[in-house]
């Protein structure tokens, strides 16, 4: 089984910072692309972010040059740094990893618990 456990989220102030994580653990042989999810209230879940094993990087237009992802493959670790934050950022972001198991080496998809992140003006 593959685990993600996310980290980081909380209250913050308009213009502030904060940087979440979130390690991918268990009988993972290899773990693909990673990437950071959000859903605020009333609305779909939407991709924010995403990298690939490479490095290769992927924003949503509404956090470029505000958000930034990044990934430690030593530690199947991805991070999500996000500045100047805005009230509409408000939502619980998921993270979500695509990972070749050990037992079975196929890939599937995995998803964290979320964690909220609030942002006040």
């Known amino acids: 089984q593959v685990q993600l456990v996310e980290s980081g989220g909380g209250l913050v102030q308009a213009g502030g910072s904060l940087r979440l994580s979130c390690a991918a653990s268990?009988?993972?042989?290899?773990?693909?692309?990673m990437g950071w999810y959000r859903q605020a209230p009333g609305k779909q879940r939407e991709l924010v972010a995403r990298?690939?094993?490479?490095?290769?990087?992927y924003l949503a237009d509404s956090v470029k040059g505000r958000f930034t992802i990044s990934r430690d493959n030593a530690k199947n670790t991805v991070y999500l740094q996000m500045n100047s934050l805005q009230p509409e950022d408000t939502a619980v972001y998921y993270c979500?990893?695509?990972?070749?198991?050990?037992?079975?080496?196929?890939?599937?998809?995995?998803w964290g618990q979320g964690t909220q992140v609030t942002v006040s003006s």
């Open positions: 979500h990893a695509v990972v070749i198991e050990i037992a079975t080496m196929r890939s599937g998809d995995y």
């Open positions: 268990g009988s993972i042989f290899s773990t693909n692309a």
């Open positions: 990298i690939t094993g490479a490095g290769n990087t």
